[in-house]
């Protein structure tokens, strides 16, 4: 396994991920992926060499082994982890694309830059990563659902009892370490559950946060065009204060006793 190249993945995948983001790829890669390879193969590698069964007939076994185990647990997970990690990776993509066309932008129109953070999650790339979070819950939800009816339920019985062809008559199975194949399951079950439940959280938040956005947005630009109307209409007021006119019967009266003075003024001196 290229250690390396899961460690520039999960580098690569957190660098734009949110705080449940980080705790749900913590959840997979190790209470998952690590417990799979480590633990769970080596619980399942004697799944069919000691599968028995109380009878000697040429190949009743292998047609009883095939109906308990239409299809490997492992084989499930290991589909399992790779659907559920791979919507990651449409987030990784739209960043890199991003990125693409803002150095092309930039190189264009002399270091001027399209994106001023091309992992800022905006636009395309919030729908982009609201859908990745859609179909990582969906694809846990439906492998559970498939190991479910797959197997009737999460439980791993001791004793199956088989009656197909060619088997001569109902034969009794026995599953090796049933209990401990039982509690792999169980965990590998809880674990799917919650990483489900982190991202319906993370979903959650990040509508959240967009209203949120939106509604300060809007109350920011009310608060702009309030303030824009009160300022014209101070300004309306100002003008039509500067320009209201005189009176014109005050102008009237005072033309007229200048009059009266100038016309008074030089009877005074003749006598």
């Known amino acids: 396994m ?23 790829l913590s959840m997979v890669f190790v209470f998952r992926f690590l417990v799979f390879v480590v633990a769970a193969q080596r619980v399942w590698v004697d799944e069919s060499k000691d599968f028995v069964c109380n ?26 982890l790779i659907f559920v990690t791979c919507p990651s990776l449409m987030v990784v993509a739209h960043v890199t694309l991003r990125e693409e066309k803002d150095s092309k932008y930039s190189a264009m129109h002399e270091g001027s830059h399209l994106y001023a953070n091309p992992g800022k999650k905006r636009g395309g790339l919030w729908w982009t990563y ?11 939800a439906g492998f559970l659902y498939i190991l479910f009816y797959v197997y009737e339920g999460y439980d791993m019985p001791r004793l199956s009892k088989c009656s197909l062809e060619p088997c001569p008559n109902t034969v009794d199975c026995y599953i090796s370490r049933p209990t401990e194949k039982k509690i792999f399951t169980i965990f590998m079950v809880v674990s799917s559950a919650v990483c489900i439940l982190i991202c319906i959280c993370e979903m959650v938040y990040l509508i ?4 949120q956005k939106l509604v300060r947005k809007k109350v920011v630009e009310s608060h702009e065009t309030t303030s824009l109307t009160a300022r014209r209409s101070r300004s309306k007021s100002t003008r ?32």
């Open 208 to 211: 959240y946060k967009r209203i």
């Open 55 to 80: 009878t000697a007939q040429p190949g009743c076994v292998n047609v009883c082994y095939d109906h308990i185990f239409p299809i490997s647990h492992i084989r499930l997970w290991a589909l399992q």
């Open 130 to 140: 609201l859908a990745s979070l859609i179909f990582k819950a969906g694809f846990d």
């Open 240 to 271: 039509s204060k500067l320009s209201v006119r005189e009176d014109p019967t005050n102008t009237a009266s005072i033309q007229n006793l200048s009059n009266v003075m100038t016309e008074a003024a030089p009877s005074e001196k003749k006598k």
């Open 2 to 24: 290229n250690w390396g190249g899961l460690q520039s993945l999960l580098s690569g995948v957190n660098k734009y991920s949110t705080v449940f983001g980080r705790v749900w």
